[in-house]
Each structure stands twice: as C-alpha cells, then as structure tokens.
C-alpha cells in the first residue's frame, strides 16, 4: 500500500466504531423547498453502501452535505465514531472523504500528475511534488487496476479514464470514504464493469464507498446494503442480498414500478423518414459517418445501439439539421437539405422533426434560464405563443409550461426556477415535454433516460411508446441495451460510423448486439 502522501491529517488511533459514517438528525432547506428532513443513516466500515431515490429526493445534497459543500441546518455528523464538523471541502479531505462527482472536476489541459497534486502541492516548487506523486500513482494503479498515463492530458482521455483519475485523486489524499455521484451515467457497458473490479478492489482493502445512483442493476450487482430516499426523507435501508430491483423501486416511488417497457407489437405504416448513403467528415478530416442508410416508418420505434463514438451522435445531428453532410435526407416523402442556409434546427422543426438530444446541458437547455423560457426554445414563433407580430405571449408560454410540468410531474413545479435548480432527471422531463408535446411526424431522442431514476424512466417510457402508438416515428439512440431491447422494434447497431447489422429486437439479444458493437458477426 502507499504510505507518505500529503494529506494535511494528524495520525490518530484506529477508530473503534464498526461505521465508517454517521447521520444523526441532519435536515437542510433551501428557502421553501426542504431537500433534506430529519434524516439519520450509518454505513458500515469497509462496505459499498448504495443511496437510491427519485431525482430530487435529496440524495446529492445528503452527500454534498458529508463533503462539505452545504453546510446542514440541523444534525450531526460522525466519522469513525466521533462527532465531526465538515464546514467545507477541505475538512471533508482532513476527515478522509472523497468525493467523485456526476461531472468531474478536472482541469482539461492539464495532465493527470498535475491534476492530482492540484491544491495539495508541497512547497513552491512543483518538480518535488510531480516526483512524489508519480510514484504514488504507480502503486495506486497497481492496488486498485486504476492504470492511467500520468503524463496524459485530461481532456485527450476517454470518460471512463478521466473517472479513473478523479478516483485516484481522492486516494491519493488518502481518502478512506469514497462517495461516488452517479458514476456509471457517462460510461460505456465495459467501463462500468471495470469501475466495478476497482470498487470492490476498494473494499477489500478496507475503504468504504458510497454509491449514489438510480441503477437497480448496480445496486443489486454491486452493494452490499442499500438506503432508499423519498422526498427528502430516509425510508429504508437493507440488507441488498435480502431484497430485490421491484422491492426498492416501491420504496423510491412509492408505488408499484413496471420494470419492463409495456407495449403492444408495432403495426408499421408508410415511411417517415428515408436516410441514404449518408456521409460526415468532421474538422480532422476523419469520416464519422460513411454511407449510412436506413429507415424509420410510422407507427414503429427505431434503436440505434453503440458503444459511444461510433457515430450516433453526427447522426442525431444530421436528422436534426446541425450537422453538415452528403448523401439524402428525406421526410414524408419529401427532400430534406444537408447543407446550406436551409439546413438547420429550425426548419428540421417546421418539417415536424422533434429532437431530444443526447447532451441536455449542451443542447437541450440553458440552465441560467427559467423552466418557462427553456420551454420555448425552438417553438417561440409558435401561433399560441405570439401576442402580436412584434412581442411573445409570455403569460401563454408560462401557463403552457406549468400544464407541462403537472402532466410530466416535474419537481419542483415551479416554472419561474431556472433550469440548473432542477435535478437532472427533472431537466430531463422539461426536454422531453417541449419536444414530445409539439406532436411531431419524427422523434429523434437520444439517451432518453441518461441519469434519470427509475419512476422517470418509466414515465418517459411511456411517453415515447405513446407516440409511438399515435403513428408517429421515432429513432432512438441509446447506450443502455436493456433501454434499447425494452423499447426498440427494430435495432439497428453502429459501429466505427457504419451499420453493422440490423435485426428485430424480440428476435436477438444483448450477446448478440455486444458482439455487433465491438465490430464483430452482424451484416454489413
């Protein structure tokens, strides 16, 4: 194991509590909404404890709480068995906490040494503290198969290594709590079976993890007990070998969650949307799509299965008029441009094209703008929202907003909040009921539940299929391949920016798709 690196903590003798952590009595409002009520948890040394619950049940700001980032109004906190006060960061990091959050926090041009030793460097200068921590880093990447290139720039690293830094900062402050914040919501399937091996790696060396997520999956394959959050409130914790994915998703919810997509089989119509030979070649000069084509009827859903960067993404944006590209495009029958003036997000909506993109904070939404003015992006020349030739109908828009936010039951229902208040699966609802509601011809959604908890999935599900149902088309992208086999009537697989098969989803299976999108079996 490593020894002598910098943490800034005073040795102590080994606490005798059996829990790494406790919460006693901890509430925290922020003005009229109470995100935390009286809550009091304890997570054993040495294990991997999972925290489930709705978006906005209060999960994050629990743990933000621990880390110091909020300070609670009410409650206490122990570490090893003794009474501890946390009033920031750094005294989350004296305590022995770690913290790996949902969007990491690393400087893009800087390389991975200089990323970990950031804030905790010895000295004026650097080489000495470069030095030390290249040879920590070794041993860590040996303990725990968290080998990552100590000279390699951050931001020329895929997610799941910058993930792997993010974790070896905190260990390498000698953190012996490690809270992780949705950590697999940006990872392909193989990451998130490595992060899996290094988190038990962690436990069996003794460290304790705190795994926040909304996975059932997970919860079930990796912890060891799980606690269940509702509305800011702790409902349960258990033992996670005695319960099951249907027991907890009650407990999050609190009703009854159908963990399967519920649909009737698809009666496909005429075709809505024709793609042929579709080429992209970005800035590099690097052909991301070649000679893509496909098919998309009415009254069917469309799944796009891939490992991240195998061209999902430029084809979302193509149909969506925000990639350039070759080849034809065509709706209802209709040609659409893939260059010029002419092509662009907003005529793709005239044409009755809706888009949920992949990134909701890149794309989807501005997160300083009210959930109001978020709704009317891309349909503000809409006939219902105009008061005059010269001025918007804001009191529509916001009336519009709030039915929107009771039908999609987005939390808070405050449609005067800006939308970085929201959690992200309720971001997420407010995309998909600007989008879904405008009752389009074509419905390009991409990662439709990405960080959204289970009685969201299930909502936005239900949504999707109704559409569906409705006779409209929909192409949908997704990483999670129960999500695609769940919702898919047709499965088509990318990889390296070309098709690599397509098959029926009741017909094939997730073996059969992982083997396409590692490049190997289907049919050109």
Same mark, same amino acid.
């Given at each position: 194991m490593v020894t002598g690196i910098h943490t800034g903590r005073q040795a102590t003798a080994a606490p005798v509590s059996p829990y790494a952590i406790e919460l006693r009595g901890v509430s925290k409002a922020f003005g009229p909404v109470q995100a935390n009520k009286d809550i009091s948890i304890r997570v054993r040394?040495?294990?991997?404890?999972?925290i489930i619950g709705e978006n906005g049940a209060g999960k994050s700001t629990l743990m933000s709480i621990l880390y110091g980032f909020y300070k609670a109004d009410a409650g206490e906190i122990l570490i090893g068995g003794q009474p501890t006060a946390i009033p920031d960061s750094q005294a989350a990091i004296r305590a022995g906490i770690g913290m790996v959050f949902q969007h990491f926090k690393l400087v893009p041009n800087f390389t991975v040494?200089?990323?970990?030793?950031?804030g905790v460097e010895e000295g004026r200068l650097l080489r000495p503290s470069l030095s030390k921590a290249r040879g920590a880093l070794k041993?860590?990447?040996?303990?725990?198969?968290?080998?990552?290139d100590p000279d390699a720039v951050v931001e020329e690293l895929s997610v799941g290594h910058q993930q792997r830094v993010e974790i070896l900062k905190a260990l390498y402050r000698q953190a012996d709590i490690l809270i992780l914040d949705e950590p697999t919501g940006?990872?392909?399937?193989?990451?998130?079976?490595?992060?899996?091996r290094i988190l038990r790696g962690l436990r069996d060396q003794g460290k304790t993890v705190i795994l926040i997520t909304h996975k059932l999956r997970e919860i079930m394959e990796i912890t060891d007990e799980v606690s269940v959050m509702r509305r800011g409130t702790m409902v349960a914790t258990v033992d996670t070998a005695t319960t099951s994915p249907e027991h907890l998703a009650e407990l999050m919810v609190g009703r009854k969650v159908l963990l399967r997509v519920d649909k009737v089989p698809a009666t496909p119509g005429k075709p809505v949307l024709e793609v042929e030979n579709l080429c992209v070649t970005d800035?590099?000069?690097?052909?991301?799509?070649?000679?893509?084509? *496909? !098919? &998309?009827?009415? $009254?069917?859903?469309?799944?796009?299965?891939?490992?991240?960067? #195998? /061209?999902?993404?430029?084809? *979302? !944006? &193509?149909?969506? $008029?925000?990639?350039?590209?070759?080849?034809?495009?065509?709706? #209802? /029958?209709?040609d659409l441009p893939l260059s010029g003036s002419a092509c662009n997000g907003q005529a793709r909506r005239a044409a009755g094209v809706a888009h949920v993109p992949e990134d909701r904070h890149e794309e989807g939404l501005i997160l300083d703008f009210t959930a109001w003015e978020n709704v009317a992006f891309g349909y503000h020349h809409a006939p219902e929202y105009q008061k005059n030739a010269l001025m918007m109908d804001n009191?529509?828009?916001?009336r519009d907003t709030e039915a929107k936010i009771a039908r999609?039951?987005?939390?808070?229902?405050?449609?005067?909040?800006?939308?970085?208040?929201?959690?992200?699966?309720?971001q997420q609802k407010i995309v998909v009921a600007r989008e879904i509601e405008r009752n389009p011809d074509l419905l390009?959604?991409?990662?439709?539940?990405?960080?959204?908890?289970?009685?969201?999935i299930e909502f936005i599900h239900q949504q999707i299929v109704a559409l569906r149902d409705a006779g409209k088309a929909v192409l949908l992208v997704s990483v999670e391949l129960d999500e695609i086999l769940g919702l898919s009537d047709r499965v088509i697989v990318m990889f390296d920016g070309r098709i690599m098969g397509e098959r029926v989803a009741a017909d094939t299976n997730e073996r059969e798709l992982g083997l396409m999108m590692a490049g190997m079996g289907g049919t050109p």
């Open positions: 040394r040495g294990t991997i404890h999972g040494l200089e990323n970990i030793i950031l041993q860590l990447a040996a303990d725990y198969e968290l080998d990552v940006v990872l392909t399937p193989a990451e998130a079976d490595h992060l899996f800035a590099s000069g690097v052909q991301r799509l070649k000679n893509v084509s *496909l !098919q &998309v009827r009415a $009254g069917e859903i469309l799944g796009i299965a891939g490992v991240a960067g #195998n /061209g999902q993404t430029e084809l *979302l !944006q &193509v149909l969506g $008029g925000t990639q350039r590209a070759t080849g034809t495009l065509r709706l #209802n /029958g209709a009191d529509a828009l916001r999609f039951d987005v939390r808070p229902a405050n449609c005067w909040l800006p939308a970085k208040s929201f959690s992200g699966g309720n390009l959604v991409g990662q439709p539940t990405r960080g959204v908890d289970i009685g969201a």
